[in-house]
């Protein structure tokens, strides 16, 4: 079994190569995004338009969560107005806000000053989805690997808005034990922040392209080859989640 990775390794990246070996897996780094002849590989880990150019080709599905997932939950979830609209609807937008890509990154994730600071209809198709959100400030986020519904393993990766990989705080924990996993696949990461005294969800994130911080890299890996695997292997309740 080889887990196939990008040409720019990243340390989350390193560390999961470092985890496969040592339980057994092959590793193959690329060049680029062209699939040598003859290459076999049955899970990634790597950005979205890597997975894109070489996913297909070697009959490796990945999992993602649904792009309106973090617009349907419950604001006592969010702590905040969150809405997935074309980026035609955000241009007319006259406040402050933040706005990113669902799980692409077409769109920067930024605070826009208003719709009219977005990338443009000569940069990005009017029809582009992306999820507006009021600005909140975190005081401390947290990554969740999740596997089952479940945290497999979890860290805590910035403080203040400056990166700060630690372990995972009791509180983020138990939030994210409360939480309603049901419309996600079933390996995903979903990362919670604390903001104004409260804990809520910030978004979710495809586990296949997800740094791990100061996660358990053997957990985080299980989770990994979850979420990028054979097609054949997805069983039916994930098969609605693939990219």
């Known amino acids: 079994m080889t887990l196939l990775l990008p ?35 049955a899970h990634l880990h790597a950005g979205p338009r890597f997975a894109d150019a070489v996913a297909p080709g070697l009959g490796i599905g990945v999992l993602e969560a649904p792009s309106d ?10 702590g905040r107005e969150v809405l997935l609209m074309p980026i035609r609807e955000a241009y007319g937008l006259r406040r402050p806000v ?12 930024l605070v826009y000053a208003d719709g ?22 975190f005081a401390s986020e947290h990554r969740m690997f999740l596997l ?6 979890a860290s805590r990766y910035a403080e203040d808005g400056r990166l700060s990989p ?9 939030f994210a034990a409360g939480l309603p996993f049901a419309g996600l696949p079933s390996a995903i990461v979903v990362d919670v ?10 978004e979710a994130n495809a586990a296949w392209a997800s740094g791990t911080y100061a ?13 990028a695997a054979p097609l054949p292997s997805f069983a039916a309740r994930d098969r609605e989640f693939l990219r």
């Open 148 to 153: 089952d519904g479940a945290v497999h393993t």
């Open 215 to 227: 996660c358990d890299p053997q957990r985080a890996l299980d989770v990994v080859l979850r979420a």
């Open 116 to 137: 009219s600071r977005l990338p443009g209809p000569d940069a990005v198709d009017g029809q582009t989805p992306v999820l507006v959100s009021d600005v909140v400030r």
């Open 193 to 202: 922040g604390l903001a104004g005294g409260r804990w809520s969800v910030i």
């Open 166 to 174: 630690g372990p995972a705080s009791a509180v983020a924990l138990a």
């Open 69 to 78: 997932w973090l617009a349907r939950l419950p604001r006592e979830f969010t």
């Open 98 to 109: 933040f706005v990113k890509s669902p799980n692409d990154k077409d769109v920067p994730a």
């Open 7 to 41: 040409p720019r390794l990243t340390a989350s990246a390193a560390r999961l190569r470092d985890a496969a070996h040592e339980r057994g897996l092959d590793t193959v780094r690329l060049d680029g995004f062209a699939v040598p002849e003859g290459l076999r590989a």
